[in-house]
């Protein structure tokens, strides 16, 4: 298998059995994916796997055996305006307290603010996997909202550009 993790090729795990939060954790140094509960609950340790939101408390290395697989941990959001959008709301709205949740909470939002089209009403339900125990989740919803608001005015701003330019 290949596993790129956050753009570059991950060892191979030493203990198959190995959870994904464990392996980025040690060997990959992506300390931003937290785990709390292990048991898919709290979302603290979510990634993109291929693209999608991920608990990867919930994955053990062999399920990645045998297939090229690509990892994003908040570490490898860089190349995500999107993600550096959501990071400056979230800074801007204080969503975090103790933030312990905070990279979860941006990971589980990532596939739906790059996604053809974001909606505010649709928070709730993306939301939903992740739990911040300081219980900020009116400054986190918040701070999502308002970065749905930029990530569509961009947008927008892009496509009225491209028609003006014929
Ligand atoms: S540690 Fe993975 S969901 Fe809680
Ligand atoms: S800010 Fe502390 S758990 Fe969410």
């Known amino acids: 298998m290949t596993l790129l993790v956050n753009g570059v090729v991950a060892p191979e795990p030493d203990d ?5 939060v464990d392996f980025l954790r040690g ?3 992506a300390v931003s994916c937290r785990p709390a509960c292990r048991v898919g609950r709290c979302g603290g340790c979510m990634v993109l796997l291929d693209g999608e939101a991920v608990n990867a408390c919930l994955i053990r ?3 990645l055996d045998g297939r090229d697989t690509e990892i994003v941990t908040l570490e490898g959001i860089g190349r995500y305006p999107e993600g550096r959008i ?12 103790c933030g312990y949740c905070a990279p979860g909470f941006i990971m589980a939002a990532l596939p739906f603010l790059i996604g053809d089209d974001p909606e ?6 993306v939301l939903a996997g992740n739990i911040c125990r300081c219980t900020g989740y009116r ?28």
């Open 86 to 97: 959501l990071q400056e709301e979230m800074i801007a709205h204080t969503a975090f307290q």
């Open 16 to 20: 198959p059995d190995m959870s994904l």
């Open 27 to 29: 060997a990959c140094g």
């Open 120 to 125: 505010a009403g649709e928070i709730p339900v």
């Open 61 to 63: 290395m062999w399920r």
């Open 139 to 166: 400054s986190i919803g918040y701070a999502l909202e308002r970065a749905v608001s930029r990530v569509r005015a961009e947008r927008s701003g892009c496509r009225a550009d491209e028609a003006a330019a014929g």
